[in-house]
């Protein structure tokens, strides 16, 4: 369990925050389409590269957070007032997403493996989303900062990334079709999540 548990929860947590619509995955499977599915998966291997040394990073940090509670308080009074922000945000002024249009223009035919290194380096929402992610599950008793552990999740991070990039190369245009409802009711489930955080980060803060 030592081990199993966090790879089974960096995968989860991996593949929920990637599952929906964004530019890597729709590069891979536009690159599916347009050239082949081998150069889609090199596009998703370079990716996935860069995704394990940015949640590497991010674990470490929060390992470096953890040992000091001043930083974890002071970081947990921020995320009040930012989930608060965007529940308000998602629920009150985020317009509806349009349907999905992978319209995404991929000029040359340069190594797709390095452009999936490229494409990803340029993403650094994945570093304060893994922080948060490895302290809440720390703060829960699901998670220590120990080689072992660090080793397991980043691997499941990796993993669950991979999965997802690799399920819209082989099978776009079913995923596009399954992804509707979640484009037309995206802004009610993340309000609805950045809310449920928000909660939970003040039962921590002032009775925790």
Known sequence: ??????L?????????AVILPGLLNMTAAKISLQESRNEALSFAVGASVVVFFQTLIAVLFSRFISNHQEIVTTL??????????LSFYFF?????????????KINGKSNRFFFGMFLSMLNFLPIPFYVFASMSLASSNY???????????????????????????VSF??????????????????????TFMAVITIIKLFWG
């Open 92 to 104: 009150w002024i985020a317009k509806r997403p349009k349907k999905l249009n992978p319209k995404i």
């Open 1 to 6: 369990m030592t081990f199993f548990l966090p």
């Open 143 to 169: 998670f220590q900062f120990e080689k072992v552990q660090i080793f397991s999740f980043v691997s499941g991070v990796v993993l669950g990334s991979f999965t997802v990039f690799y399920l819209y190369i």
């Open 8 to 16: 089974f929860l960096g995968f989860c947590i991996a593949f929920l």
């Open 173 to 194: 245009k079913a995923i596009q079709n399954k992804t509707d409802f979640l484009l037309r009711n995206i802004n009610t489930i993340i309000g609805s999540v950045t």
């Open 76 to 85: 947990q009074e921020i995320g009040i007032f930012v989930f608060t922000g």
